[in-house]
């Protein structure tokens, strides 16, 4: 793998940018919607914007098998439809700057998982002690006094369980047969739609008109970090490999925490800053090797 280019830091700084203002569009989707509707016209919108471009660009579609379908459904409800509805959920009682530290989590959470299901995936000293690092940051923020607006508990943990999600549907993907990212990406969003659109339509009914800025906040939800974002995540991760395209992981909370404060207003505790320290210090220490290794080969 070459060595990354301009062009290449400019899309891991994108996608840093994109998904860590994701958690701020969702709490604006919110005001206008309910939980269940953000993250079923996400799904929807997404599911539609990459089938659409699968079609355009042609692109290989896989060989159907039993083992595949299965693969699929895991990925589609842990990647996109639980995912989704918890942090939509969690939202409601939380601040964007708390789901987006979350998703920092979510390399941890792979370490534990991938040295129990992949074969040959070793638990090494420094990965067991970047997740003990980490999941004390997580422990810190889920305590009682993270931020100093009060918050429920059974949010904050939705907003964890949601990074848990998005683990399961990593190591799930590591796992499920050859297919093309585009392709994998597409149906798993059409798998969340079918899970969540009737949930929708039975608890929230049919979404309505609402105020521009929420139904704004829906179409973007759904076109930018959940589609445009997945084009250009495969097109980062062809040209300059996986390893590299993680250093999104370290922009999301940063992200997050600065759109929740100048543009949401958000007043975050030094209990959070001591959380996003300790996160960020153990994904750095589980992902030591990975990181020397991007700058060279990836």
């Known amino acids: ?35 269940v509707t953000v993250a079923a016209a996400r799904t929807g919108l997404g599911a539609v914007a990459l089938v659409a471009a699968v079609a355009i660009d042609r692109r290989p579609l896989p ?10 459904l895991v990925i589609g409800l842990f990647s996109t439809a639980l995912p989704f509805f918890l942090l939509s959920w969690g939202q409601q009682s939380v601040p964007s700057a708390f789901a987006g530290l979350s998703m920092a989590a979510v390399p941890l959470f792979v370490i ?36 100093a607006a009060d918050g429920a508990l059974l949010p904050r943990l939705a907003c964890v369980a949601a990074a848990l999600c998005y683990a399961i549907a990593s190591i799930t993907t590591r796992r ?4 093309d990212a585009v392709v994998l990406t597409a149906l798993a969003l059409v ?4 899970a969540l659109v009737p949930i929708m339509l039975l608890t929230e009914g049919i979404p ?6 929420a139904m704004l906040a829906i179409v973007i939800l759904g076109l930018v970090p959940t589609a445009l974002a997945t084009l250009l995540r495969v097109a980062t991760i062809r040209s300059a490999g996986p390893s590299f395209t993680t250093l999104t992981s370290y922009q999301v909370p940063l992200w997050s925490a600065f759109f929740g404060a100048t543009v949401l207003g958000e007043q975050l505790s030094p209990r959070f800053l001591a959380a996003l320290i300790l996160i960020l210090a153990g994904l750095a220490l589980s992902q030591h090797q990975a990181l020397r290794q991007a700058p060279r080969s990836s």
């Open 191 to 194: 798998v969340g739609s079918v």
């Open 63 to 72: 060989v159907v098998s039993r083992r595949f379908a299965a693969h699929v």
């Open 176 to 179: 499920c047969p050859p297919v």
């Open 1 to 35: 793998m070459p060595k990354p280019t301009l062009a290449n830091w400019l899309s891991v700084g994108l996608l840093g940018l994109i998904w860590g203002a994701t958690f701020m569009v969702v709490a604006l989707a919110l005001k206008g919607y309910g939980p």
């Open 208 to 213: 309505a008109a609402a105020a521009p800025q």
């Open 112 to 147: 534990p998982l991938a040295h129990i299901v992949v074969p040959g995936e070793r638990l090494t000293v420094a990965k067991l002690m970047g997740f003990v690092l980490g999941f004390a940051g997580v422990l810190v923020l889920v305590g009682n006094e993270a931020f």
